[in-house]
């Protein structure tokens, strides 16, 4: 079946560093892959996405490529803000609309 | 504003008894559905509906039901065949189209003691 395997966390960095959240899968076909963020308290909101191979997503600085070969799609910011501080989930489209595989979420904390 | 409004953000319930957590959505979405989050672990599909009067199990459904009598609303209930029911819940929704974003309430916290 499918499954999403990200990088374990907490990560925790300073103001301006740069970010990479790995995140790997395990799937048949071709799925659609998402990246969502949730804030404290909060439910998710889909960060960013890539429907097939070679797609780049990108939303508020942060992109990911849809890498086919390594089965991966590894988050990246080239400079984090305190207001990044959140949980990351990388998930997983299945045939269905809908139903989403997710990962366990990676913790990022960033300090001025 | 359209949303999804999960409510009441935080619920105590005694072992034993069953309890109703209420998503209602406004974004005229025909598919909704319910995640279970728990610490390290991701969420879980519970439930979905795709459209009223309908809905399937998810990957975790044992101790739990749920009702679709209208598209705006999808109750779930924890039942007390649910054996780990502290958990974050939360509600989702989505046009029935592939690859369509989720779009989540702010999640119920439900502690059972």
């Known amino acids: 079946g499918n499954s999403v395997t990200q990088m374990e966390g907490p990560v925790t960095l300073s103001e301006e560093a740069f970010l990479t ?3 790997t ?3 048949t076909g071709y799925p659609s892959l998402f990246w969502y963020v949730q804030y404290p308290g909060e439910g998710l909101q889909l960060l960013l996405k890539a429907t097939k191979a070679d797609d780049k997503g990108s939303n508020k600085g942060f992109e990911a490529t849809y890498r086919k ?3 991966s799609f590894h988050l ?3 400079s984090v803000q305190v207001s990044d501080s959140a949980v990351y ?3 997983l489209g299945g045939t269905s609309y809908g139903k989403l595989t997710f990962g366990q979420g990676t913790i990022l904390t960033v300090h001025p | 504003d359209g949303g999804i409004t999960q409510s009441p953000k ?6 034993g008894q069953n309890v109703t957590l209420s998503c209602e959505q406004n974004l005229n979405h025909d598919a909704m559905y319910w995640y279970r989050q728990d610490p390290g672990q991701g969420l879980r599909l519970i439930y979905y509906s795709q459209i009223v009067n309908d809905f399937q199990k998810g990957d975790i459904a044992e101790g739990y039901s749920v009702s679709r009598e209208k598209k705006e609303s999808f109750p779930l209930t924890v039942t007390s065949a649910q054996k780990n029911p502290t958990a974050f819940y939360l509600c989702a929704s989505s046009i029935t189209k592939r690859d369509s974003p989720l779009h989540f309430g702010n999640g119920t916290r439900l502690t059972v003691t």
């Open chain 1, 89 to 91: 989930f990388c998930a």
């Open chain 2, 10 to 15: 935080y619920l105590f319930r005694k072992e």
């Open chain 1, 69 to 71: 070969e390594t089965t």
């Open chain 1, 25 to 27: 899968y395990t799937a």
């Open chain 1, 76 to 78: 990246e910011k080239g």
């Open chain 1, 21 to 23: 959240i790995n995140c």
